[in-house]
């Protein structure tokens, strides 16, 4: 099983890739948040990626699960589960992407332009993961089916994250930049 961020943070090409995704493993499941119960935008969002299924010759119900919102010992129990963890092209989930590592999760992240498209690709380049972050939407798509294929590589990832991930949770330095970003912020003003 895959699993992917809530609906809000795709961008309209990123239907087309998880899509793409599915129909190259031939098999496998896409979890992704159900936010459509909630939220008009999410039954609409829900549509595009049916569509998506559809215009491959796919039935979007055979490949894909719709999650209500998790607490979090379940959404980690979920994640735990997982596979792999497709961030988002275009708007990447820090916070998610954070929670995967937390639960060793491997992240498939595409870095992108803009810093919203960053986070994902981040937290792997900080962790010395930079094989799990793709140059283009086609090297994500091959990296993606590559990752959730091979179950080897997987684990080892998985080790390398539990082993490398302490310095993302630990590491004060960025706490302590923020802080003299404020305080300096805060003299200037006074």
Known sequence: MA??????????DNYRWSAAIVNMLGSGTFGNADIGEIHQIGRQLKARLEAAFRARGMRFEDHCRLIPWQDKSAYHALMRRADLMLDTIGFSGFNTA??????????VAREGRFMRGRFGSGILRTLGLDELVAADEKAYVDLAVAVASDRERRGALQRRIEDRRAPLFDDVATVRAFEDSILELAQRRG
């Open 98 to 107: 954070m929670q995967a590592i937390e639960c060793g999760l491997p992240i």
């Open 3 to 12: 699993a992917a961020s809530p609906y809000f943070m795709y961008f309209p």
